[in-house]
């Protein structure tokens, strides 16, 4: 094993302990304050009835070209990126309308 493959898999550990703590540290505070887990819960519920929306509008067509190898797409997993992609796409047009909305507020007052 060369240092370089050590280094890789040190990184791929800090990188590992460093979203754990990003996830787990606001959790603790907010035990703190319930009220808050509240709308962390809200926020989570919401995505996911976004996405499962947009799942069911997503098509599981697949060209016959992306069957085979090296591809090897499936008709669920085409419904799958499809839906995740309908999904970034609300979510992107929805902070579009909240900057909107955040400036215009700023300049009304």
Do not use: H
Request: aromatic share 10%; glycine share 8%; no cysteine.
């Amino acid at each position: 094993m060369d240092s370089y493959d050590i280094m890789l898999y040190v990184g791929y550990l800090l990188i590992g302990l460093g979203a754990l703590a990003a996830i787990l540290m606001p959790l603790v505070k907010s035990l703190d304050n319930p009220k808050s887990l509240l709308k962390i819960g809200i926020g989570v519920i919401g995505v996911a009835v976004l996405f499962f929306i947009a799942y069911s509008l997503a098509s599981d067509e697949v060209a016959p070209k992306y069957t085979v190898d090296p591809f090897n797409i499936t008709a669920s997993s085409s419904k799958a990126v499809g839906g995740i992609l309908f999904t970034t796409y609300a979510l992107f047009l929805l902070s579009l309308v909240g900057i909107v909305a955040t400036e215009l507020n700023k300049l009304i007052k």
